[in-house]
């Protein structure tokens, strides 16, 4: 049973330029959420899906920012224009809706540094 | 509004010492869930427990144990001689169901740990 995966590790780029990353689910996993972390802080919550449906975005997450699930198997999370500010770890984690909460299982992250 | 506090920046212990990891939480809801997630320095967060809130019993797991306790919103995780191998960053997490009906996890800012050998 693979864990959840995410392409590419780090990612370097220049300001104003788009980003692209991946993030591949358990394969059973229904649900799918992408976090942000900074230096020192916990994740941020910023997009949830369930399935192909993007059911919740947070405030964090600009007009800049897009994400994608086709088919309800992988996601990507677009960052257009970038600045210096996004420069952060992004975390991918998926869940299997079920009774209660569930428990979400964490990828290892992107590290994005914005030049 | 829902919030995780984790008071203790960074924690440095000697080898088979034994340590606690604070959590204070903060919600109005009735039904929560309270993790522990484990963030090693090549930076995946690796699931530990789970707790809801309707379950107080303390729960052990090897050398880790956690301390459940609503009356003080508290979620306390202790490492019970500790192992170099422990050193990582240690986050509390409170899951919640907003308006919307999606299900959202708030961290804390997490707690450092080095075990020293």
Redesign the interface.
């Known amino acids: 049973d693979t864990g959840v995966s995410q392409d590419p590790r780090h990612k370097i780029t220049k300001r104003g330029q788009n980003v692209t990353f991946r993030c591949d689910p358990i394969s059973e996993h229904n649900?799918l959420?992408w976090?942000r972390q900074t230096l020192?802080?916990?994740?941020?919550?910023l997009t949830?899906f369930?399935n192909e449906a993007q059911?919740?975005k947070s405030r964090l997450l600009s007009d800049r920012f897009s994400a994608e699930r086709p088919k309800g198997s992988f996601s990507t999370l677009e960052i257009q224009r970038t600045e210096q500010g996004d420069s952060a770890?992004y975390?991918c984690?998926s869940s299997l809706l079920g009774g209660?909460?569930?428990?979400?299982?964490?990828?290892?992250?992107t590290?994005l540094t914005v030049l | 509004a829902q919030k995780v506090t984790q008071a203790q920046t960074e924690i440095s212990v000697v080898e088979k010492e034994d340590v606690t990891l604070d959590c204070v939480y903060e919600t109005r809801d009735t039904t929560y869930y309270l993790f522990w997630y484990k963030q090693p320095p090549s930076g995946e967060l690796v699931f530990l427990i789970r707790r809801n809130s309707f379950d107080e019993q303390n729960e052990i797991s090897g050398r880790y144990s956690w301390n459940f306790q609503k009356s003080t919103s508290s979620f306390n995780f202790t490492i019970t001689a500790s192992q170099v191998v422990d050193s990582a960053v240690y986050f509390c997490a409170l899951s919640f169901i907003t308006q919307g009906g999606s299900e959202k996890l708030v961290f804390g800012k997490g707690t450092k740990l080095t075990v020293n050998p």
């Open positions: 649900r959420y976090y020192g802080q916990g994740p941020e919550f949830y369930q059911l919740e770890m975390l984690a209660g909460a569930d428990t979400q299982y964490f990828g290892p992250g590290r």
